[in-house]
């Protein structure tokens, strides 16, 4: 499990509209892509700062669990997740897990951009969730 980069960063916001203004003068960029993860209830918003991205993820419902992130932190976004890529997302499973690391996906699923990922339960990660991901 040697991640090549941080992939991402995720960041949990309350609405999409109103924050990508200040994303698009932070990194200097326009938002390249907006999507809906359905299974996930979320919406996404992505950005490119060298090879890592931004990801802003606004909830599609209150059972969102960015929903459940932002009324667990006051009502306000933040940074959610951590995203890594690696070459293999099943393999980096089975490694965390045989480390005695707590996996919320056992294995891969479909997230925004077509990857393949999986998290990581932040309660065996020094309290920060973190995110495989592999490109198709």
């Given at each position: 499990m040697r991640p090549s980069h941080v992939e991402h960063i995720g960041i949990a916001v309350t609405s999409l509209e109103e924050t990508m203004p200040v994303f698009e003068l932070l990194?200097?960029?326009?938002?390249?892509?907006?999507e809906e993860v359905a299974d996930q209830k979320v919406k996404t918003a992505f950005f490119k700062v060298g090879e890592t991205k931004i990801e802003l993820l606004e909830a599609t419902c209150a059972e969102s669990p960015i929903a459940k992130f932002i009324e667990k932190n006051g009502g306000r976004g933040g940074v959610h997740h951590i995203a890594f890529n690696v070459e293999s997302v099943a393999e980096a499973l089975e490694e965390a897990k045989k480390a005695g690391i707590r996996l919320i996906d056992v294995q891969p699923r479909k997230g925004a951009e077509n990857l393949n990922i999986a998290f990581l339960h932040p309660k065996s990660t020094c309290g920060v969730l973190f995110e495989f991901c592999e490109q198709p």
């Open positions: 990194t200097g960029s326009k938002c390249y892509s907006i």
